[in-house]
């Protein structure tokens, strides 16, 4: 082997060997992910409880509801029966009028005691007393009397409509138990009336 030859293979050992030194170094292999099945388990049931949360939830929202409604319609049928109670009392309750000297039933009368009718019916054990009354004047004998005979023609219309007359008392005041104190037209007027109370029965009224 000549000289130059044998002094560039060293060399070229030495810049292959250079060469192989400088290339970068592989990247090392990414890390395989571990699978924590506790952790996945746990995730699974944190969802399920929630859900069964928001179903139990749903379903105390729609019975609240629900009960709500109930007790609004259970209220609102309580008001409407105490107002058709208090209706049906007041309508028991409204006084008739006569003219002066006069025990015959007008009209205005008539339509009145008829509306009394259907709590009569509804209500048989309820026992009722009429009371006649008058204006001033005339004799005491006399407006008694007068107050009998007018309490007696509503107790008649009544027993008309097929209200049992043992039912019914009937009284006079005459004139001692006046609402409008004064003399005139207008006062005597309101005094010549027949009120109605009920005597017996009275506590538990049934509607018609």
């Known amino acids: 082997m000549n000289y130059p030859t044998r002094f560039l293979a060293p060399l070229a050992l030495a810049v292959a060997f250079s060469a192989a ?6 990247p090392p292999p990414a890390p395989v992910p571990t699978v924590n099945q ?3 388990d746990a995730a699974a049931r944190a969802r399920a409880a929630a859900a069964e949360r ?4 749903s379903i105390a929202r729609a019975e609240a509801t629900r009960r709500a409604a109930e007790e609004a319609a259970r209220a609102a049928a309580a008001e409407r029966e105490r107002a058709a109670m208090a209706a049906a009392r007041a309508a028991f309750a ?4 006569f003219d002066y000297d006069k025990s015959d039933l007008k009209p205005e009368a008539r339509t009145a005691l008829m ?5 009569l019916q509804a209500n048989a054990n309820v026992r009722i007393r009429i009371a006649g009354h008058t204006d001033d004047r005339g004799s005491d004998a006399y407006n ?8 007696a023609a509503a107790k008649r219309f009544l027993v008309d409509q097929g209200i049992d007359a043992g039912r019914i008392d009937v009284v006079s005041f005459g004139e001692d138990r006046p609402v409008a104190m004064g003399t005139g037209e207008e006062n005597w007027s309101k ?15 049934r509607l018609p």
């Open 54 to 57: 928001a179903r139990a939830d």
């Open 115 to 119: 509306a009394k009718v259907p709590l």
């Open 191 to 205: 005094n010549r009336r027949d009120e109605f109370e009920i005597i017996v029965g009275g506590e538990n009224l």
């Open 144 to 151: 008694v009397a007068l107050g009998q005979r007018r309490a």
């Open 38 to 40: 506790d952790s996945i």
């Open 94 to 97: 409204t006084m008739i009028y």
């Open 21 to 26: 030194c400088s290339r970068p170094a592989p």
